[in-house]
């Protein structure tokens, strides 16, 4: 594609900076597929795939809606003209940063490095399989070009854009808020365009909880209720609730685990963003390290503030029919019989949690990545929608697999209260209790429906999400 785009649309005079208009007239009358002018959006699709250089509609409205600078839903040659020579610019500023020695070639070596400043860790081989996607001559560098050519209709417009194919994307909620927040840059933050992706995630994480609401509810029966003298499976457990109250039982405490989204999700961000400038000097990138130590901070954080919810959600999924009348009714009984300390019972072993939890996640979300680009990227760093879902759902499986003593540990000291003649232990006592009665899988009850919920709920919550983003406005990258 390169090769063909530098013989016909690029000819060799748009090797040197002041380029000739008609390189920009040669290409714009081949998307001007009925020759009257200007190009619409259909036109710049079916030209760009004609050109085979198909980008995905995102990409391709993006380009055609910062073009169009008149709004009239057309391209003119002029508006054409002027967004390549900005591109180009922009372009030319990421090549720059890439060139570290200035020799006017970028090398495997200069890409390790680029990455490892934007807190992205590569081996020199991945390195060299991302040039290979780039290079058109062989030689294993590219020059700027090179550069240019693959990026000519590519939207994005630095090299922070470039890398951020692989963000791991708050819009995938999977149930537990343990992960680590999501990145944004400063034109997102400046643009208003980071509080919509947060609002598209937060409705995302709505839709999809409600959705995998009865998995949820049986899987705190199971923890709570599930030992090997009351061996409680799936179907029994689903049969049990119906009966005790109805097909709606089967969502008993979903409206607190969804109206806490909105707390949670901005104390997070706010307290993410300031470790990490605690964490980091003034203009330092943010490493793999200090995200990981910022965003287990931020998530400790943004728990402390709304962990009495998350007691009055396991309140209500484990009460029976009539105990509490809503939220606002778990809250007054629990204060008034309880006291105001009981709001915050499972509080350690739920902050224990954070730790393996976010640690494993972004651990083997990097491992899955770095699998990727040595065995598949041979053509371009873009994984794909379908490769990034697998990896966030496999990842945060993973992170969910090693806390989940912790949540369960958690999950009956929330609820112990509630259960007639059980003693009231604290975190190791219960840990003792259920290892010496259950053995270890009494430590993993309830782990099935858990694990059944993963799949819908990042598959719901990603439609959603996608959708929502295009509702509020939030421009593709």
Known sequence: MLRWLRGFVLPTAACQDAEPPTRYETLFQALDRNGDGVVDIGELQEGLKNLGIPLGQDAEEKIFTT????????????????YLKDHEKKMKLAF????????GKIEASEIVQSLQTLGLTISEKQAELILQSIDADGTMTVDWNEWRDYFLFNPVTDIEEIIRFWKHSTGIDIGDSLTIPDEFTEDEKKSGQWWRQLLAGGVAGAVSRTSTAPLDRLKIMMQVHGSKSDKMNIFGGFRQMVKEGGVRSLWRGNGTNVIKIAPE??????????????????????????????????????????????????????????????????????????????????????LLGIIPYAGIDLAVYELLKSYWLDNFAKDSVNPGVMVLLGCGALSSTCGQLASYPLALVR???????????????????????????????????????????????????????????????????
Request: proline content about 3%; charged content about 25%.
């Open 411 to 477: 999950t009956r000291m929330q609820a112990q209260a509630m259960l007639e003649g059980s003693p009231q232990l604290n975190m190791v006592g219960l840990f003792r209790r259920i290892i010496s009665k259950e053995g270890i899988p009494g430590l993993y009850r309830g782990i099935t429906p858990n694990f059944m919920k993963v799949l819908p709920a990042v598959g719901i919550s990603y439609v959603v999400y996608e959708n929502m983003k295009q509702t509020l406005g939030v421009t593709q990258k």
């Open 265 to 350: 999700t901005a104390v997070k961000f706010w307290a993410y963003e300031q470790y990490k400038k605690l964490l980091t000097e003034e203009g330092q990138k943010v490493g793999t390290f200090e995200r990981f130590i910022s965003g287990s901070m931020a998530g400790a954080t943004a728990q402390t503030f709304i962990y009495p919810m998350e007691v009055m959600k396991t309140r209500l999924a484990v009460g029976k029919t009539g105990q509490y009348s809503g939220i606002y009714d778990c809250a007054k009984k629990i204060l008034k019989h309880e006291g105001l300390g009981a709001f915050y019972k499972g509080y350690v072993p739920n």
């Open 67 to 82: 073009g169009d600078v008149n709004k009239d839903g057309k391209l003119d040659f002029e508006e054409f003209m002027k």
């Open 96 to 103: 720059k940063s890439l060139d570290k020695n200035n020799d």
